[in-house]
């Protein structure tokens, strides 16, 4: 037996329900097609135009080889353009092309609907609860980590 059961664990029902986002956005997405990752650098790139690939990586959540994978999928299928800056030639700048932003545009029409439904389980007040709770739980876990 355990010191604590998993239904008294917090980090278990942060998971599930973290699982449960993906996994609708990952439905939710398929028809755009995009994974969850892919459509996270997309979004992120039409708000940063230009940004390197180990920045991307920081905002998504994902390791940089991680981040250089999506990307090389994404570049691909033609979806972004990739081209060195203009004074740091080491660095590859990212920018979403014509056929990105279509993409993006319509998978994030497919997400919002996710969220907006999420957000609609919980009152105003609520959800300023609920992310307010959230961002101590990052906080103390940022703290907490060797």
Same mark, same amino acid.
């Given at each position: ?10 980090? %278990? ?17 398929? +028809? ?32 940089? +080889? ?7 999928? &994404?570049?691909?299928?033609? &979806?972004?353009?990739?081209? +060195? ?36 389980? %919980? ?16 906080? &103390?876990?940022?703290?907490?980590? +060797?």
């Amino acid at each position: 037996m355990t010191s604590m059961p998993a239904s008294e664990r917090l980090g %278990f029902h942060i998971k599930r329900a973290e699982q449960a986002l993906n996994a609708t956005k990952t439905a939710v997405l398929r +028809p755009a097609g995009l994974t969850v990752a892919q459509y996270a650098a997309l979004l992120n790139l039409a708000e940063n135009p230009g940004i390197s690939a180990a920045a991307l990586a920081r905002l998504c959540g994902v390791t940089p +080889p991680t981040m250089n994978t999506v990307l090389k999928n &994404l570049q691909d299928r033609a &979806l972004i353009e990739r081209t +060195p800056h203009e004074w740091h030639r080491n660095v590859l700048e990212t920018r979403l092309t014509d056929e990105g932003r279509a993409v993006m545009t319509d998978a994030d029409a497919r997400a919002v609907r996710v969220e907006r439904a999420l957000a609609a389980e %919980f009152t105003d007040e609520e959800r300023e609860v609920l992310t307010g709770l959230l961002g101590r739980c990052v906080e &103390l876990l940022e703290k907490e980590r +060797p």
